[in-house]
């Protein structure tokens, strides 16, 4: 029976908030197995809700945890919200690495879709589509001459590509323009050149450059994973979507849940049923 997983030691990390821009002390440890997460609030990052306490951006650490297949982790801060980090998933990905991943004695679960499921909001959409493995088709959509046609869409199948190598390195990206707005409503205090891409009117700002060709679409990639990952599942299927964020990840997640005809849980007794996507993906070096 493939078993669920967690670490193997306690890790701890510092950083700051990208919204609240306040030091946040981070500590992962191993939890039980079927320990559950509950989505709240998705305007600019995805928030958790429980007994009326929000932990917000929390999306570049689930990220990292499907990426790596942890299933069940403790998570403690002395913060609302999560670090930045470098503004990817690459940090939290070599903290689990470095903490290690052990298997529990619970099986492992996992979400296949069966039949399709869309939510669309004006021209945005966003559709969980049957596909044996897990794959992520996405485009994206911005009025800037930086974004030519490599940079809008891009098409991951973890059965061919690396998570680690090829998508938790893509940061989170805004525009000059935006940042005053965004820190007169109390958001981005702690965004800097050192946690994001920033882009003036016509140029990407950071010094060094791009990780990747396409890592604006990655980092929605990036972030879709961990999103999705909210539902407490790895999943197995297909991803489109087109100009979605946060909100509308987690709204046509919320939407799939509510449809038990749309999808089914389930376990494989051993490691060469599982769709070849989850046997590549796992546990490969940064």
């Known amino acids: ?106 099986p492992k679960r996992y979400l296949r879709i069966k039949s399709a499921v869309e939510v669309r909001q004006d021209d945005k959409w966003a559709r969980f589509e049957p596909h044996h493995g897990f794959m992520l088709d996405f485009t994206i959509d911005f009025p800037h001459p930086v974004f030519g046609s490599e940079n809008r869409h891009v098409l991951i199948d973890f059965a061919e590509h690396s998570y680690t190598k090829e998508v938790s390195r893509a940061r989170t990206f805004g525009f000059m323009q935006d940042v005053e707005a965004m820190r007169s409503a109390g958001l981005a205090l702690g965004g800097s050149l050192q946690n994001a891409i920033v882009l003036d009117e016509t140029h990407v700002l950071n010094s060094e450059g791009l990780r990747y060709d396409n890592e604006f679409a990655k980092h929605k990639v990036l972030d879709a994973i961990g999103d999705l990952y909210l539902m407490g599942h790895a999943l197995i299927g297909r991803y489109a979507a087109y100009k979605s964020g946060h909100a509308l990840n987690n709204a046509v997640s919320r939407l799939l849940l509510t449809r038990p005809d749309a999808f089914e849980m389930v376990t494989f007794e051993t490691a ?3 769709p070849s996507a989850f046997q590549a993906w796992r546990l490969q070096p940064a």
Do not use: C, W
């Open 272 to 274: 060469a049923e599982v």
């Open 1 to 106: 029976m493939l078993k669920q997983s967690t670490l193997k030691n306690l890790i701890k990390t510092t950083g700051v908030g990208l919204h609240t821009g306040a030091r946040v002390d981070l500590t992962l440890r191993p939890a039980p197995p079927d320990t559950g997460k509950l989505v709240g609030e998705a305007r600019l990052a995805s928030t958790l809700i429980k007994n009326g306490v929000k932990v917000h951006t929390v999306e570049h650490l689930m990220s990292a945890l499907a990426g790596l297949g942890v299933d069940n982790i403790y998570v403690d801060l002395d913060a609302p919200e999560l670090p930045i980090m470098d503004g990817s998933a690459g940090p939290f990905v070599l903290l689990l690495q470095q903490a290690g991943i052990e298997e529990q004695s619970a």
